[in-house]
């Protein structure tokens, strides 16, 4: 059979934009489909605007929020300057089942979630990729940290990832640029925890904002405006249109279709291979297909599962790749709250200059060689940071007239932020389904989703907050607020899992190469290969692990094994 | 190569498309850009006692000093603006009939120190020590959103406060003296107050 195209990437997000940079880099004539709309780099008509240039001044149309983007207005990302960057949700429903509170933060577009993503960047270790096969929980990840630690280095090199060397076993360190600096507050911080507790380390964020230039890249270093989900014509942080798309279009082979949502996989049962996808055209709705030696599947943990139930056919009555069953199962997100919160005196005459687009990480101390945590055996970590509290203090405070008004021009005390995010098991009982009862605009079914914290991160969650209360106090701060409840499923934006990697193809859907072990031209390379969660962001794994797939599936093709 | 950023014609269209979930000639017009001070009378339920009185109240809690105050630069349009669009259709009114039935239907004739003192009695109200009340007083909204108004307002953001869109650097310890004044454009401070 002839086919139009070598490879066909679905989605043109973080992922999808390392799928096609390496697959056209590779030799091979890509075609990447996107479902959301064109966006060129630079066109971000709100970067540089005022708050005063916008007609709600930054805080958007409530009215208009509460009827088309009740979920993504929970996140904090989504203002009146960046809301063009999220999905409208009343045109993109999904279902969540009776008890499950989830909230499904999405981008749909050109760049998908590279374009308003928190940019933190950070490696898993063996404690990760060890963690299902030492408690039993989930399936055994079929690698581990040395497959995948050459794969971080390219990725990261490319990416322009700045952040500080540490030595942690349970953070590797990277091929960073030169590291963003610790404010003031958080240097001392980080003294002052050091010094009680030698293994809990505050270190600066490690974040795809690049504090060196890239000018082969057309990319500039950053200018400290902390504006990224706007869009960043600088090209200062990773998004598919500052870097992976350039590159992949460079090479000749690429070809993007937009505005055209992937609805299923083609499959061929006489050679039990894909042989391409069908979609929609999202503007007129007529159908069309694309066909090519292999596909890799990117649209996003969720959304890829989405395509795979729905590409059930006769010969896969269940989902394509699910002679094991568990396609959908075992999704994760990490139970995510504001673990402590607390004013931090000492520091009236210092001040900082510029706005850090990140903020600081520690990373998980507990059940590391021992198993010492209170009622769960895996980790938690915080991200969070010191700011200097500025106007909108004014809201909680009493006082109006010409002194307040004087003190709320200068800054205001330092206060110290610390969000927790506890590792998330792997549980069949968490899972997607499509409703077949309900369809979108597109006559698709809608996704399904069905989950709920267990005990283990409801235990993490109560330590993580004691522990940041005990750090934050210890360091002379003075605690003002914590929490324990973790927010709805979906807060901290690290959905993932759903087609888990594994060696049995019984209990797992896709191998150690991210390939599907029912189909062998097909690749899922996003979040839903997870087969468990860490407590760091994972994007930089997904990113590492699709440019490993990719890297095997052209050796494959080479060879005519695929 | 940096891009440039356009394109006012873009947000002109985003306004535009939105249209018609501003309700209000008035409102829409706001949006648009006619000065704030040329509404007059208003057609979505604001009567126009209700925003005299909210202006004054508006310049009693910014008040014009070295800088404009929140009376000089359309915070109470914001604010009726704001209150339209938040609290879905009926809210604005409650506010506002809220802040004339406390403050009394004479509050526009009495003296400015009496007027501190009636305001005085409802923010202190409002503001208990302590944590917040568990029904919060509706000025406590309506004094953010005047709050938000005039920080967010160009003499606000860049002049009693300072505003750099591109710092280009990151220090991260300086001295701070007393009367510096603080960054509106330091964002992380503006949602973490
Ligand atoms: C505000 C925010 C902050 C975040 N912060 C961090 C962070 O600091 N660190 C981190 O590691 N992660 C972070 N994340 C998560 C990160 O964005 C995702 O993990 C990452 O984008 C996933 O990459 P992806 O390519 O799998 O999916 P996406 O980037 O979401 O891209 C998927 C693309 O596929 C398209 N698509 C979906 N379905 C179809 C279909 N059927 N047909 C065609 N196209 C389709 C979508 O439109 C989209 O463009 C954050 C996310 C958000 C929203
Ligand atoms: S902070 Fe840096 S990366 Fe982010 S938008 Fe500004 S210049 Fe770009």
Same mark, same amino acid.
């Given at each position: 059979?002839?086919?139009?195209?070598?490879?066909?990437?679905?989605?043109?997000?973080?992922?999808?934009?390392?799928?096609?940079?390496?697959?056209?880099?590779?030799?091979?004539?890509?075609?990447?489909?996107?479902?959301?709309?064109?966006?060129?780099?630079?066109?971000?008509?709100?970067?540089?605007?005022?708050?005063?240039?916008?007609?709600?001044?930054?805080?958007?149309?409530?009215?208009?929020?509460?009827?088309?983007?009740?979920?993504?207005?929970?996140?904090?990302?989504?203002?009146?300057?960046?809301?063009?960057?999220?999905?409208?949700?009343?045109?993109?429903?999904?279902?969540?089942?009776?008890?499950?509170?989830?909230?499904?933060?999405?981008?749909?577009?050109?760049?998908?979630?590279?374009?308003?993503?928190?940019?933190?960047?950070?490696?898993?270790?063996?404690?990760?990729?060890?963690?299902?096969?030492?408690?039993?929980?989930?399936?055994?990840?079929?690698?581990?940290?040395?497959?995948?630690?050459?794969?971080?280095?390219?990725?990261?090199?490319?990416?322009?990832?700045?952040?500080?060397?540490?030595?942690?076993?349970?953070?590797?360190?990277?091929?960073?640029?030169?590291?963003?600096?610790?404010?003031?507050?958080?240097?001392?911080?980080?003294?002052?925890?050091?010094?009680?507790?030698?293994?809990?380390?505050?270190?600066?964020?490690?974040?795809?904002?690049?504090?060196?230039?890239?000018?082969?890249?057309?990319?500039?270093?950053?200018?400290?405006?902390?504006?990224?989900?706007? *869009?960043?014509?600088?090209?200062?942080? !990773? $998004?598919? %249109?500052?870097?992976? /798309?350039?590159?992949?279009?460079?090479? @000749?082979?690429?070809?993007?279709?937009?505005?055209?949502?992937?609805?299923?996989?083609?499959?061929?049962?006489?050679?039990?291979?894909?042989?391409?996808?069908?979609?929609?055209?999202?503007?007129?709705?007529?159908?069309?297909?694309?066909?090519?030696?292999?596909?890799?599947?990117?649209?996003?943990?969720?959304?890829?599962?989405?395509?795979?139930?729905?590409?059930?056919?006769?010969?896969?009555?269940?989902?394509?790749?699910?002679?094991?069953?568990?396609?959908?199962?075992?999704?994760?997100?990490?139970?995510?709250?504001?673990?402590?919160?607390?004013?931090?005196?000492?520091?009236?005459?210092?001040?900082?200059?510029?706005?850090?687009?990140?903020?600081?990480?520690?990373?998980?101390?507990?059940?590391?060689?021992?198993?010492? *945590?209170?009622?769960?055996?895996?980790? !938690? $970590?915080? %991200?969070?940071?010191? /700011?200097?509290?500025?106007?909108?203090? @004014?809201?909680?405070?009493?006082?109006?007239?010409?002194?307040?008004?004087?003190?709320?021009?200068?800054?205001?005390?330092?206060?110290?932020?610390?969000?927790?995010?506890?590792?998330?098991?792997?549980?069949?009982?968490?899972?997607?389904?499509?409703?077949?009862?309900?369809?979108?605009?597109?006559?698709?079914?809608?996704?399904?989703?069905?989950?709920?914290?267990?005990?283990?991160?409801?235990?993490?969650?109560?330590?993580?907050?004691?522990?940041?209360?005990?750090?934050?106090?210890?360091?002379?701060?003075?605690?003002?607020?914590?929490?324990?409840?973790?927010?709805?499923?979906?807060?901290?934006?690290?959905?993932?899992?759903?087609?888990?990697?594994?060696?049995?193809?019984?209990?797992?859907?896709?191998?150690?190469?991210?390939?599907?072990?029912?189909?062998?031209?097909?690749?899922?390379?996003?979040?839903?290969?997870?087969?468990?969660?860490?407590?760091?962001?994972?994007?930089?794994?997904?990113?590492?692990?699709?440019?490993?797939?990719?890297?095997?599936?052209?050796?494959?093709?080479?060879?005519?094994?695929? | 190569?940096?891009?440039?950023?356009?394109?006012?014609?873009?947000?002109?269209?985003?306004?535009?498309?939105?249209?018609?979930?501003?309700?209000?000639?008035?409102?829409?017009?706001?949006?648009?850009?006619?000065?704030?001070?040329?509404?007059?009378?208003?057609?979505?339920?604001?009567?126009?006692?209700?925003?005299?009185?909210?202006?004054?109240?508006?310049?009693?809690?910014?008040?014009?000093?070295?800088?404009?105050?929140?009376?000089?630069?359309?915070?109470?349009?914001?604010?009726?603006?704001?209150?339209?669009?938040?609290?879905?259709?009926?809210?604005?009114?409650?506010?506002?009939?809220?802040?004339?039935?406390?403050?009394?239907?004479?509050?526009?004739?009495?003296?400015?120190?009496?007027?501190?003192?009636?305001?005085?009695?409802?923010?202190?109200?409002?503001?208990?020590?302590?944590?917040?009340?568990?029904?919060?007083?509706?000025?406590?909204?309506?004094?953010?959103?005047?709050?938000?108004?005039?920080?967010?307002?160009?003499?606000?953001?860049?002049?009693?406060?300072?505003?750099?869109?591109?710092?280009?650097?990151?220090?991260?310890?300086?001295?701070?003296?007393?009367?510096?004044?603080?960054?509106?454009?330091?964002?992380?401070?503006?949602?973490?107050?």
């Amino acid at each position: 059979m002839a086919h139009e195209f070598d490879a066909i990437v679905v989605g043109s997000g973080i992922t999808g934009g390392w799928a096609a940079k390496e697959l056209t880099e590779a030799g091979l004539k890509v075609l990447m489909i996107e479902r959301g709309r064109d966006i060129q780099h630079g066109d971000y008509p709100r970067e540089t605007k005022a708050p005063w240039d916008l007609p709600f001044r930054g805080e958007g149309d409530q009215t208009l929020y509460t009827s088309d983007y009740a979920v993504q207005r929970l996140n904090r990302h989504f203002t009146e300057f960046t809301q063009d960057h999220f999905v409208n949700d009343r045109e993109n429903p999904y279902v969540t089942a009776d008890d499950t509170r989830f909230t499904w933060f999405r981008s749909y577009q050109l760049g998908g979630r590279s374009l308003t993503w928190g940019r933190q960047c950070y490696r898993w270790s063996d404690y990760d990729f060890g963690a299902n096969a030492r408690d039993g929980r989930g399936t055994d990840w079929p690698i581990r940290y040395a497959d995948l630690a050459p794969w971080y280095d390219k990725v990261e090199s490319f990416v322009g990832v700045s952040g500080a060397h540490e030595g942690l076993a349970q953070l590797p360190d990277g091929k960073f640029q030169p590291a963003m600096a610790l404010n003031v507050v958080e240097l001392a911080m980080r003294e002052r925890i050091r010094a009680k507790w030698p293994e809990r380390v505050l270190t600066i964020g490690r974040t795809a904002n690049m504090t060196e230039a890239k000018p082969d890249e057309g990319r500039a270093n950053c200018q400290y405006r902390s504006i990224c989900a706007r *869009g960043c014509s600088y090209g200062a942080y !990773f $998004s598919t %249109q500052s870097s992976t /798309l350039p590159a992949a279009t460079k090479t @000749g082979r690429l070809t993007v279709m937009t505005d055209k949502v992937v609805e299923a996989i083609d499959y061929d049962p006489a050679t039990r291979r894909v042989t391409g996808v069908r979609f929609i055209d999202t503007k007129t709705k007529a159908r069309g297909m694309a066909t090519a030696r292999l596909v890799f599947l990117n649209a996003g943990a969720f959304n890829s599962v989405h395509v795979l139930l729905n590409s059930a056919n006769a010969a896969m009555p269940h989902g394509l790749g699910n002679s094991s069953g568990v396609l959908g199962t075992h999704i994760m997100d990490h139970a995510n709250t504001l673990s402590g919160l607390a004013e931090v005196p000492g520091f009236e005459a210092h001040t900082t200059f510029g706005n850090r687009p990140t903020g600081i990480v520690i990373p998980r101390f507990r059940n590391m060689d021992r198993l010492d *945590g209170r009622g769960h055996t895996r980790g !938690f $970590s915080y %991200q969070g940071g010191a /700011l200097q509290s500025g106007w909108t203090r @004014g809201k909680r405070e009493a006082g109006f007239g010409t002194d307040f008004k004087h003190d709320l021009r200068e800054a205001g005390a330092w206060r110290m932020v610390l969000v927790g995010f506890v590792e998330c098991m792997p549980r069949a009982t968490n899972r997607l389904t499509l409703d077949r009862t309900r369809t979108d605009a597109n006559g698709l079914p809608l996704l399904k989703v069905d989950f709920a914290f267990g005990a283990e991160e409801h235990a993490g969650m109560v330590e993580a907050h004691e522990t940041a209360k005990e750090m934050l106090e210890a360091a002379g701060g003075r605690f003002l607020f914590g929490s324990t409840e973790p927010g709805a499923g979906g807060t901290a934006i690290h959905e993932m899992g759903g087609a888990r990697m594994g060696h049995d193809p019984a209990t797992s859907v896709l191998n150690k190469w991210s390939q599907a072990h029912d189909v062998a031209n097909l690749f899922v390379t996003d979040g839903a290969q997870m087969s468990s969660s860490a407590c760091q962001n994972p994007s930089l794994t997904y990113m590492a692990l699709t440019a490993r797939a990719a890297h095997a599936a052209v050796g494959m093709l080479r060879e005519g094994l695929i | 190569m940096i891009a440039k950023a356009p394109s006012d014609p873009t947000e002109l269209r985003d306004h535009l498309a939105r249209r018609d979930v501003l309700r209000g000639a008035a409102l829409l017009t706001l949006v648009l850009g006619v000065p704030a001070h040329a509404l007059v009378a208003n057609p979505t339920g604001v009567s126009g006692h209700q925003m005299a009185l909210l202006r004054q109240v508006c310049k009693l809690v910014i008040p014009r000093t070295d800088t404009p105050g929140a009376g000089d630069v359309g915070v109470s349009e914001f604010v009726v603006l704001a209150l339209d669009h938040g609290l879905l259709g009926d809210g604005q009114a409650d506010h506002l009939v809220w802040l004339e039935h406390v403050l009394g239907a004479n509050f526009a004739t009495i003296g400015a120190a009496q007027q501190v003192d009636r305001l005085g009695a409802i923010d202190r109200a409002a503001f208990p020590a302590g944590p917040p009340p568990a029904t919060p007083s509706p000025w406590r909204r309506i004094k953010g959103l005047i709050l938000t108004g005039y920080y967010t307002s160009e003499a606000g953001a860049s002049r009693e406060l300072q505003y750099e869109l591109v710092p280009g650097r990151f220090d991260p310890d300086l001295p701070l003296h007393p009367g510096d004044r603080a960054w509106s454009s330091d964002w992380t401070a503006v949602d973490f107050g």
